[in-house]
């Protein structure tokens, strides 16, 4: 069983939260707070596995909690439950693993939950693999870095090509993903792209034009993606150490 706190101002809303939570058999001691000054407080003298935030809260909101919890020693997954659906992608600035709008649905919630345990109570040998959300319509949905293919920049923008075929646009500029990427199996290729090791299926690195061919396990169709003369040195010591971690 996991900790948990939830924090919201509005009393009747973290009643209601703490009520589902308690539903969860895999939820123990249930810490609830009406502010985010309070939260910190707690949270700093005691851990917990994850912490469920309201945004718009006086004094500390909580993109201002979730960033100062990720300093903890021991910080908690973040979950961000909330009527502002117009706040999903900067969730992603401070890594929160869910973005959930009220009113909660009971199943909803305990999704939430499954995926903050992923990041909270990790399996063994599990790499730490991050989790992106996007917007699909009027919905969020949370992308697996595992399953992104291939990433192409769209000016301070980039569009994540997934497993599925699907690409989805996040406001977050290649660079930052290079950065944090580049140890995770990922090699910058190309100013513009940014390519899994283990999407590439074939490297025709000589000649006027090389490439790299990449493909979605859906669609399966290959993917011509530009490899710059400047990349080159680095885009082969990748291919050749993703070779020698197959062997």
């Not at 939260?17 to 949270?43: F, K, M, N, Q, Y």
């Not at 909803?108 to 109570?121: C, N, P």
């Amino acid at each position: 069983m996991i900790d948990v706190l939830v924090a919201d101002d509005e009393a009747p809303a973290l009643a209601e939260l703490v009520h589902l939570l308690r539903a969860d058999p895999r939820v123990g001691e249930i810490v609830a707070v009406g502010s985010g000054a309070e939260a910190l407080r707690v949270l700093s003298e005691r851990p917990v596995q994850i912490a469920f935030l309201d945004i718009h809260m006086p004094g500390v909101d909580g993109f201002a909690l979730a960033a100062a919890l990720r300093r903890l020693a021991a910080a908690p997954a973040v979950v961000f439950v909330t009527a502002d659906d117009a706040r999903a992608v900067d969730a992603f600035d401070v890594r929160a693993v869910d973005y959930v709008l009220k009113p909660v649905r009971a199943e909803r919630l305990r999704r939430a939950v499954d995926r903050a345990l992923e990041i909270a109570v990790p399996a063994p040998h599990d790499d730490d693999d991050e989790v992106v959300p996007v917007t699909v319509g009027s919905s969020v949905r949370f992308v697996r870095r595992r399953d992104v293919r291939w990433v192409h920049a769209q000016g301070d923008y980039s569009r994540l090509h997934t497993d599925d075929g699907a690409a989805h646009l996040v406001r977050v500029p290649i660079s930052e993903l290079d950065e944090r990427w580049s140890s995770r199996g990922f090699v910058r290729v190309h100013r513009s792209y940014l390519v899994a090791t283990a999407a590439i299926d074939e490297a025709r690195l000589t000649g006027a034009e090389p490439v790299v061919v990449a493909r979605s396990t859906a669609s399966g169709l290959p993917v011509s993606i530009p490899v710059s003369r400047r990349m080159l040195p680095a885009v082969r010591d990748a291919l050749l150490r993703a070779r020698d971690e197959v062997r």
